[in-house]
């Protein structure tokens, strides 16, 4: 399986942005069709973006549209999240995963140990 790292998350004030990267190694990055997802302390994990294999199509889940943009490099193994107009309801761990429509790959166990974002109010 594809291995992934997260990185990019911190403490910003409700507003402002961060851009997070998710680095793959292992299997072939660019076979796959990637997403983020989130977990906020005590709720389940949720879809928050998703990218086919050649950035050509892009979705998002209703409570970040307009808001975040992913994107993805292939050359360097690397996919993105930006994340604009930050609310505190987006406080959360966010992780990366291969991705088939908005649910991680059934057969994905290799999850990263994600990136935390905090939004104070």
């Known amino acids: 399986q594809v291995q992934l790292v997260e990185s990019g998350g911190g403490l910003v004030q409700a507003g402002g942005s961060l851009r997070l990267s998710c680095a793959a190694s292992?299997?072939?990055?660019?076979?796959?069709?990637m997403g983020w997802f989130r977990q906020a302390a005590g709720k389940e994990r949720e879809f928050v973006a998703a990218?086919?294999?050649?950035?050509?199509?892009?979705y998002y889940a209703d409570s970040v549209k307009g808001r975040f943009t992913i994107s993805r490099d292939n050359a360097k193994s690397t996919m993105y999240l930006q994340m604009n107009i930050l609310k505190p309801d987006d406080t959360a761990v966010y992780y990366c995963?291969?991705?088939?429509?908005?649910?991680?790959?059934?057969?994905?166990?290799?999850w990263g140990q994600g990136t935390q974002v905090t939004v104070s109010s």
């Open positions: 990218i086919t294999w050649n950035g050509g199509t892009t």
């Open positions: 292992g299997r072939t990055f660019s076979n796959y069709v």
């Open positions: 995963a291969p991705t088939t429509g908005r649910r991680p790959n059934a057969d994905f166990r290799s």
